[in-house]
């Protein structure tokens, strides 16, 4: 962490920001192609902006479909983009990070699994594909302090791990957001032209759904924690709350439908008021508000008989659960 320093919010000059990393990307790659993984989420859409701007067309933008998205989030994504004249190739991985996730319950090693598809399978391929050299990653200053101090391994950090990428996976990251916070990146999106649907959105992680099913992750499970995660974004978008989310618990837990016993799952609702996710708070929801987010998952999801609201702040929760 020493040799990175961040950029509070207070400090970032927006404009001077975006031409010090344009020219720095243009500088780097020089006459040659990078390539970038567009989730639809705030860091990697303002990284792709970042990298189109600095290289046009010879920056080749990939979403990658592990399967492990929101609901219909591939085509969204890519709609928006091409509205914004960048060209995005969905790349469908289903079943390499499935594959890669099966049996794996430990937080830590479906994490590294991830990792892993991501960057050797999958971008060493399109590496290879390309002729590029450098991949651009919108790794932001929360994800190197939360990694370094042991708290949770983001699947993103890697040469603050001591991975050399060159030699590892064939190529350079370059990582452009790098000591910026979520509040410094949304503006810097803000002002790069992004539209707001996309510079506001809840944060997202990296490894997707899999970072909120809690034990094997699989299809079917993924499935369960997409619908509900369509409905907790459906009912809190509204709040304004820094970020919302559902979380599939492990260990089944007894319900009752018809007069008979239902053995079945469990969905933790997540809502944070934060401004960087270095601190976050509860959000005070209304106890309406609450029962129609447990009727509805409880109706639409088949299967859940429980939902519960988390009221811990971060420390010593975290935001997301694993």
């Not at 950090?157 to 990582?175: F, M, N, R, S, W």
């Not at 506001?200 to 992680?205: D, L, N």
């Not at 837990?253 to 960087?276: A, M, N, P, Y």
């Not at 009727?295 to 659960?321: H, L, M, Q």
Request: proline residues 4%.
């Amino acid at each position: 962490m020493s040799k990175i320093k961040e950029i509070p919010l207070q400090q970032l000059k927006t404009r001077e920001f975006i031409k010090e990393q344009v020219a720095d990307i243009s500088k780097i790659v020089d006459k040659g192609i990078a390539i970038n993984a567009l989730s639809g989420g705030v860091d990697s859409s303002v990284v792709t902006l970042l990298g189109f701007n600095a290289l046009g067309r010879r920056l080749k933008t990939y979403f990658i479909d592990s399967g492990l998205m929101r609901h219909k989030e591939p085509q969204y994504v890519v709609s928006l983009f091409r509205k914004l004249g960048v060209s995005v190739e969905i790349v469908d991985a289903k079943n390499q990070f499935f594959n890669a996730l099966k049996g794996l319950t430990d937080p830590e090693q479906k994490r590294e699994a991830i990792t892993h598809v991501f960057y050797k399978e999958i971008f060493g391929g399109l590496v290879k594909k390309s002729g590029a050299r450098y991949l651009l990653q919108g790794t932001n200053y929360t994800d190197v302090e939360e990694t370094v101090a042991g708290i949770k391994r983001q699947h993103n950090i890697l040469a603050q791990l001591g991975i050399d990428t060159k030699e590892v996976y064939g190529y350079h990251v370059l990582e452009p957001l790098i000591r910026l916070r979520k509040s410094g990146i949304r503006k810097v999106g803000q002002a790069l032209g992004l539209p707001a649907e996309l510079y506001k959105r809840p944060p997202f992680p990296g490894p997707a759904l899999a970072a909120r099913v809690i034990g094997e992750v699989t299809p079917q499970k993924v499935e369960v924690v997409r619908k509900a995660t369509k409905i907790v974004e459906e009912e809190l978008y509204r709040t304004g709350a820094f970020q919302y989310l559902a979380i599939l618990h492990e260990d089944r837990v007894t319900g009752i439908r018809k007069h008979k016993r239902d053995f079945g799952l469990q969905i933790e609702v997540r809502c944070w008021e934060s401004i960087d996710a270095k601190v976050a708070t509860p959000t005070k929801l209304s106890y309406d508000k609450l029962l129609k987010l447990g009727d509805r998952i409880t109706t639409e999801v088949p299967g859940v008989v429980s939902v519960t609201y988390n009221i811990t702040r971060k420390p010593p929760s975290t935001i997301e659960a694993i």
